[in-house]
């Protein structure tokens, strides 16, 4: 580590605590926990439970930087010990390592910075046109979602899926539990393209495949989201799929339309219709939260905005196996590792999109 590598190190800190608004949050986090002491604090159970999320989120973005500002600072210090003779070179660099490691992860997290970024996620995959191809493209796209998932500490939960006729699914619904989940998964909105050698076609012919995904923020208690109960539409019905007999014989699964926007939400995940219906119409607000926000984006600058939001919908990744390929067109981030990204290792597609998407907007 060179004297330069240190101060760069040190200036990146200093300008991300000041982004991060560090000594603000921390006296922000004196303030409100002084409020959880009150003995009326559960009075209002919503307030509490935004004021105790704030708090969370506060400390969150403080203790990572904590967390650097300590691994640069031992950088400092094992650098002036090698200047005195102690330590080694290879010691020092490790740690020079792991700081600027951890500056980076602040840097990149520097980007999730929209208060629907730190929600859950839902998040659906549609299959296009082509049949069993593009249900079995479907099913392979949910497969590496949930891999993803498991391997970054979410939980994740199925809440309504629809079968293909012969093979994969036509559609899933799934949401994603955990810190950060929709500003980490959004750049996944798109066409998403499969080329590959068709298991389906007994020439072995080469076939392109399309499913569609789309996320949205699963809104919580914290966010308010009105909605008239008279611009609301419900049918029951049956659900399907894995669950044993009970989803043959009841009418659980409810779909739910909110009339002035035309939105549906459906959830077959409960044994329970009650708590099907409070599952749909949470999936509504969240729909409807998004729809909100896409507004308040357009009208904030509309030029800038319609840079991303033209694209919406349209082909963002081409997953080409037989030329171990996946490109994102976007960011023009590629790899030859078809089978990891498959396994769910697609972090640095969204780290590449999240960092393009902050440049461009």
């Not at 060179?2 to 603000?24: G, H, I, M, P, W």
Request: charge should be negative; aromatic fraction near 8%; glycine fraction near 6%.
């Amino acid at each position: 580590m060179t004297t330069d590598e240190l101060k760069s190190l040190q200036d990146r800190l200093s300008a991300l605590k000041t982004y991060f608004d560090v000594d603000n949050r921390l006296m922000q986090v004196e303030e409100k926990e002084q409020l959880t002491l009150n003995p009326k604090f559960w009075d209002d159970p919503k307030a509490a439970e935004s004021i105790l999320k704030e708090i969370k989120t506060h400390k969150y973005w403080v203790g990572i930087y904590q967390e650097a500002e300590r691994l640069v600072e031992d950088a400092a210090v094992m650098q002036e010990f090698l200047k005195e003779g102690e330590g080694t070179e290879e010691e020092v660099q490790a740690q020079y390592e792991s700081a600027l490691a951890k500056i980076d992860e602040m840097e990149f997290k520097s980007t999730l910075n929209k208060p629907e970024d730190e929600l859950n996620a839902i998040l659906q995959i549609n299959a296009g046109a082509g049949g069993t191809e593009s249900c079995d493209w479907s099913q392979m796209l949910q497969r590496m979602y949930t891999m993803w998932a498991e391997k970054n500490g979410f939980k994740y939960k199925i809440l309504n899926l629809q079968d293909g006729d012969v093979a994969g699914i036509k559609s899933v619904e799934m949401e994603v539990v955990g810190d950060f989940a929709y500003g980490l998964l959004k750049g996944e909105n798109g066409v998403h393209r499969l080329v590959r050698i068709s298991p389906f076609n007994a020439q072995g012919k080469r076939m392109t495949s399309f499913s569609s995904v789309f996320v949205h923020p699963m809104v919580d208690d914290t966010i308010e989201v009105d909605i008239n109960p008279a611009d609301l539409e419900w049918d029951t019905f049956r659900a399907s799929g894995a669950g044993g007999q009970h989803v043959n014989k009841t009418e659980s699964a409810v779909r739910v339309r909110h009339l002035p926007t035309g939105l549906v939400a459906e959830c077959q995940e409960e044994r329970s219709q009650h708590m099907n219906r409070e599952k749909a119409l949470q999936m509504l607000r969240s729909r409807i939260y998004e729809m909100e926000l896409k507004k308040q984006e357009a009208e904030k600058n509309k030029v800038e905005a319609s840079k991303m939001k033209n694209e919406w919908g349209s082909q963002i990744r081409s997953y080409v196996l037989d030329d171990r390929r996946v490109k994102d067109h976007r960011t023009n981030h590629q790899t030859s590792q078809t089978d990891k990204v498959l396994n769910g290792e697609i972090d640095d597609f969204l780290k590449a999109f999240l960092m393009y998407d902050k440049d461009v907007l």
